[in-house]
């Protein structure tokens, strides 16, 4: 018995979140970005406060890469990616943490759900 699955048509929620004026497409996040942040997460304890953030930040800015951006191909072309230092130029620290969360939702609903499942509820009798 042969068995196919394509896993090129996983169908991934569409999430996008305006910020400073742009708009980014935050449904996917790549492997590559997605082991950086575990790679942090587990340094982040080490780290001094400022050097945390900026690192969240610096993750955070690679994952949003471009904003999206409608209209001609001149915008399109030199749409450029943002940066930490552009995040924390555009943003107070509220909405700053608020975007973070927003973004790495999905990473962060994997932990939890990786938690729930080695939990063994106990059935009431």
Not at 41 to 61: F, N, P, S, Y
Not at 71 to 79: A, D, E, I, P, V
Not at 81 to 85: Q, V
Not at 105 to 115: A, Y
């Given at each position: ?10 169908i991934?929620d569409?999430?996008?979140?305006v ?21 942090f ?23 949003c890469?471009?904003p999206v951006?409608e ?9 450029k ?5 552009w ?10 943490q608020?975007?973070?969360d ?14 729930k499942?080695?939990?063994?509820p106990?059935?009431p009798?």
């Open positions: 018995m042969d068995v196919f699955k394509d896993f090129d048509k996983l991934v569409k999430r996008t979140a910020l400073g004026g742009k708009t980014f497409d935050v449904s996917l996040i790549s492997t590559r970005d997605a082991l950086k942040y575990i790679v997460r587990d340094k982040v304890l080490t780290m001094r406060g400022e050097d945390a953030l900026r690192k969240m930040a610096a993750i955070v800015a690679e994952i890469n471009k951006v209209g001609n191909l001149f915008k399109r072309l030199f749409n990616a943002i940066t930490e230092k995040l924390f130029s555009h943003t107070n620290y509220e909405q700053l608020l975007f973070i927003f973004v790495l939702e999905p990473l962060l609903d994997k932990k939890d759900d990786t938690d499942k080695k939990v063994n106990v059935s009798e």
